[in-house]
Every structure is written in structure tokens, then in C-alpha cells.
């Protein structure tokens, strides 16, 4: 059965979205263009000065993982 809810939209709500969503295009490029840029160089910034290096732990993530067959009950 289905249970219909009350709309939790309105004008107010209408009006801050749009308010947060409102970027130049350049802004949204460079925000899209990040996580690949992220995930190729493997390290990303952390403020001016702290670098996040994450390259080896993916690695070893991918070398560490285990299949599981879809027929396996346990």
C-alpha cells in the first residue's frame, strides 16, 4: 500500500535552493573538474598547507578486496 505524505515543498524552500545553486559557470566547471582531478593525482589540499595523500591507500584497498560468489549462502 501506498502511504501519501505531505508535501514539504514551498516558495521559501523554492528560494533558498535557488539561492545555494546560483554559481557562475566557471564555478560549477572547477567544482565538477575537481573530483577527477582528485582522483587521478591521487592527493588532494586541505586547507593552504595540509596535503592528503591517498593513492597507496586505494591501492592496497583494491589489493585487499575480496569476491564473494552470488551463490555463496554464508
Known amino acids: ?3 501519501m ?3 514539504l515543498d514551498s516558495d521559501e524552500m ?3 535552493c535557488r539561492k545555494d545553486l546560483d554559481v557562475s559557470r566557471g564555478v560549477a566547471a572547477e567544482l565538477g573538474c575537481s573530483p577527477v582531478t582528485v582522483a587521478e ?3 588532494y589540499f586541505y586547507g593552504a598547507d595540509r596535503k592528503v595523500e591517498w593513492a597507496r591507500l586505494v ?3 583494491r589489493k585487499a578486496k575480496v569476491s564473494i560468489p552470488p551463490d555463496d549462502g554464508d
Do not use: F, R, T, Y
Request: neutral net charge; charged residues 15%.
Open 1 to 3: 500500500m501506498i502511504k
Open 5 to 7: 505524505l505531505p508535501c
Open 14 to 16: 523554492a528560494v533558498a
Open 41 to 43: 593525482g591521487g592527493q
Open 59 to 61: 591501492h592496497e584497498a
